[in-house]
């Protein structure tokens, strides 16, 4: 399920393929942003917004491949659609192996493409609601004090309250109370999710 707002951004610089494709996914439901300059759509790209982006391989100003790196160094998760006029087999791997979710031939089926709409979609949602998750986490560690980051990540790495307390130069006691008002800013109740949510942020033991 595609999320509210979600747009497909149609690129390329042939308009009767933009209008033919426009009218296609219209009429199935979609909401659709058309461009026949690919640099005007890297400038004008707004990652935030959920969607996808079908671009065309053979551009003259810019091809495809060109504007997926582009989207990639920028930061952009946003799912890629190749659509092409001809089977290229180097390019496909080229894409495929960049994390395009399909690659296509023009004329492009209806069901194919709604059908890699779908996959795209899902991607799409499930990239944003990571980041979402991933962002809580990281405002969630940034409550935490010098000395309870420390104690978590000697946690995480399957210490001991004593251990921690030797090896921070304190006391087993003040390691409880750091521990607990850690666990309680994190919102985890065990080691094992304490673990996972680390994780998640790419924080590893001491």
């Known amino acids: 399920m595609a999320e509210a707002g979600f747009t497909t951004f149609l690129v390329d610089d042939d308009p009767a393929v933009l209008r033919s494709i426009a009218r296609l996914l219209s009429a199935a439901g979609y909401k659709t942003k058309s461009f026949s ?30 504007v997926q790196q582009a989207l990639i160094s920028s930061g952009s998760n946003r799912p890629i659609i190749f659509l092409t006029g001809r089977g290229d087999v180097s390019s496909t791997v080229k894409a495929m192996k960049a994390g395009a979710v399909d690659f296509l031939t023009k004329p492009v089926e209806r069901a194919a493409l709604l059908s890699a709409l779908t996959r795209a979609a899902e991607l799409d949602t499930a990239s944003r609601q990571k980041r979402r998750e991933t962002a809580s986490i990281g405002e969630r560690i940034d ?3 010098h000395r309870e980051r420390q104690v978590l990540e000697h946690v995480i790495s399957g210490r001991l309250n ?3 307390a ?4 304190t006391v087993e006691k003040t390691v409880k109370v750091h521990r607990g008002r850690m666990m309680a800013k994190l919102g985890v109740r065990s080691v094992a999710d304490l673990v996972r949510l680390a994780e998640k942020v790419a924080i590893g033991p001491v």
């Open 166 to 169: 030797a090896s921070l130069g």
């Open 37 to 66: 300059s690919p640099r005007k759509f890297l400038v004008a790209d707004d990652p935030t917004v959920p969607g996808c982006a079908i671009i065309d391989l053979a551009m003259a100003e810019l091809d495809g491949l060109a």
């Open 143 to 145: 409550t935490l004090t």
């Open 162 to 164: 004593k251990q921690i």
